[in-house]
C-alpha cells in the first residue's frame, strides 16, 4: 500500500516538472524582444531588385539583326520606336511626339531631341533616317515595315519627311521597329561591330559576358517617374536548348519564360509558377471563292460557316490547343469586341438558311432552279497535302458538308499547286493562314485583289474611310459595321489562332499581362519576392 502511494506521488512531481518546464519555454519565447519580431517581419517583405530570364538561340543583342524572337522582345525594353502599340494594339507615340499625314504618300514626324541615347547624347533626326537606310538594306526582321519607303528627307535636327511609293493604310502601325543611334556607327559596319548598341529605352545593356547578359535601369531614361520598373537589374541567362531552360526555372535559378509550347507543363509541372496565356497572330481560316457559281450565293456560305465545328476541330485535331477565332483582329484589337460567334455550330440552321433562300434537298443533295437552269451544290476543299493537321481538319469538315448533302470533296495538293490556287483564287474552297500584321489594315481580307474574290461596295468605301479616321470613337463604329459586313456576307470563316504561354515563378509579383506585341507588358510593377 505504501509502495503505490509513494510511486504516485513520484508521478504526480513529474508531471509538475515537465508543465513547468513548457511554461518556461513558451515565457521565454513570448519575451523575445520587440525589435527583433519587426526585424523579422521587415526581412519577410524585403524585395530583390533582379528578375532573371532564360532564352535560347542566342545571337546578338542588336536588334536590326536579331532573329531571335526572345531577344526582339527582350530589344523592346532596350530600344524604342517612334510608334509604340498598348496592351490593346492602338498606337501610341514614343519616340515621336508628332506624326502628321500630309498626303496619302507623305508624312512628317517630329521627335522632342530632350530624350536622350543611355550614353547621355541626344536623340536626334538622323538617327531615324540612318535605322531607315539600315533597314531599306534588307537584313532585318524589321525590313518589311519600309519596304513602301521611297526615301525621307530631314527638315530640321528634329523632324523628318517621309516619302511612301505607295499608300499604305494604317503607316503608323509600321513605325514601330527600333531606332538606334547614327552617331555610334560613324564608319563602322553595324553588321559586324562588336560594340553593344545604345538605346533610349528603360533599361541598358551593362554586361555580355558568357551566357549571362546583364542589364540595368536606364538612369536618362526621358519616361522615368510613374514609369520607372522597381527591378533594377534584368539578368538574361542563355541556354542552348529548351530543356536546360525548364530544368533552370525548376530549380528556380530563372524566373520567367516565354514559350510556344502549350505542353509546357509537361516539363515543369503544374505547381510552383503562374502561367499567362496571350494569343498569337497565326491565323488559319477558310476562303470561299465568291466566284464561284455555287459559293457566290450569301446563303450556301452561311451554311457552311454553321457546320463548321471549331470546337470540335480544335480538340480532335490541336488538343484544344488552339484559340477559337472569328475574326482578324479579335487577338486583342481595340477596334473589335469579343462576342458570342455568330455562326456556331448548328445543323438545323444550316439546313434552315438554305431552304429560306429557295434551296430544296432532293436525291440527297442541295439544288436550286433559277430562270429554268439548276444549280446542284458540289464542293471541292483544296488543302496542302504535306499538312498534315490541315489535311486533318479538311476530313473534318467534308464529314460535315456531307453529313447534309452538300456533296464535297478534299483534294489534297503538292505546295506548287497550292501556291497556284492560291495565285489564280481559281478554287472552290481552301484552307489557307497567315500571321496577322499588328495593323488593323483589313484590305488584304476584303480589298481589291483579295483571295476569296469578294466584293462589297459598302466595304470598299469603309476601308478606304478608315485610313484617314483619327477619331477613335469614329473609328471603332466603323469597324463594327465591318464586322457587320462579314458575317452578313461571310467570305471567310476564321477557324483559329496560336497560343503563346509565359510562364513564371510564383515569388515573381507585379502585372503580368503579356501580349504578343510585348510579352513584359506591365514590366514596370514586377518584383521578386
Known sequence: MKEGFTKYIFIILVIIIICLAVYKIYQNNSEKPEENIVNEVVQDTIKSNDIRIGITNFDTMNPLLSNNRDILQIDRLIYEPLITLDENYQAKLCLASECSKIDNKT???????NKRWQDGTPFMAKDIQFTIDRLKEGKSIYSYNVQYISSIEIL???TVKIYLSQEQPFFEYYLTFPILCNSQYINKDMNTSTEIPLGTGMYKIESIEGNNIKLTKNEKWWNRGENDPKAENITINIYSQMGEVYNSFKLGNIDFINTSNTSVEDYIGTIGYGKNEYKGRELDYISLNCNNNILKYPEVRKAISYLIDKNNIVSSVYNNKKYISDFPLDYGSFLYTEQESQFAYDIE????VLTD???????RRWQKTENRVTTRISLNVVVEKDNENRVKVAENIIDKLNEIGLNA?????SQARYNQYLENKNYDIIITGILNSYTPDLNSFFGNGNIANYSNQEMTTILNEVNNITDQ???IEKYKRIV?????DVPYIFLYRNRNIVVHDQNLTGEIY?????????IKTWVRR
Open 107 to 113: 508624312y512628317v514626324i517630329k521627335i522632342d531631341t
Open 156 to 158: 530640321d535636327a528634329s
Open 349 to 352: 440552321k444550316a439546313k434552315q
Open 357 to 363: 433562300a429557295g434551296w430544296v434537298y432532293k436525291n
Open 409 to 413: 470533296k478534299i483534294e489534297k495538293v
Open 473 to 475: 470613337k469614329v473609328l
Open 484 to 488: 457587320e459586313i462579314y458575317n452578313n
Open 514 to 522: 503579356p501580349t504578343n506585341y510585348n510579352i513584359f507588358n506591365g
